[in-house]
């Protein structure tokens, strides 16, 4: 499983962004994507998932309300809509697949930067 993300860029405290993560390859193999974001000087934390199974999304409570995940399904992707950003959301955020034969995210695509500063 191949992941293409995009969508980072610097945007001042209060802004939307709108990430995009697009999975090819064996995508029959995984059950969700999700969004993992590393601050500097910290360790990698989930943000958000999307399971296509009964479509559950799930957040992480720092972006609960102000986040929002969703699932293209044409083009097995997923957005992550990012309104009213804080300073603390600047990270590098990850793509990733998580498959269910292994039960954990097993597949990564490349950081995309997120900087919210004014």
């Known amino acids: 499983v191949q992941l293409q993300a995009s969508g980072g860029g610097l945007v001042q405290p209060g802004g939307s962004l709108r990430l995009s993560c697009a999975a090819s390859?064996?995508?029959?193999?995984?059950?969700?994507l999700g969004w993992f974001r590393q601050a500097p000087g910290k360790e990698r934390a989930f943000v958000a998932s999307f399971r296509w199974s009964g479509a559950v999304t799930t957040y992480a409570d720092s972006v609960k309300v102000r986040f929002t995940i969703s699932r293209n399904n044409a083009e097995n992707s997923v957005y992550l809509q990012m309104n009213s950003l804080k300073p603390e959301d600047t990270a590098v955020y990850f793509c990733?697949?998580?498959?269910?034969?292994?039960?954990?995210?097993?597949?990564w695509g490349q950081g995309t930067l997120v900087t919210v500063s004014s």
């Open positions: 390859g064996r995508t029959s193999s995984i059950d969700r």
């Open positions: 990733a697949a998580y498959d269910p034969a292994r039960a954990r995210y097993d597949y």
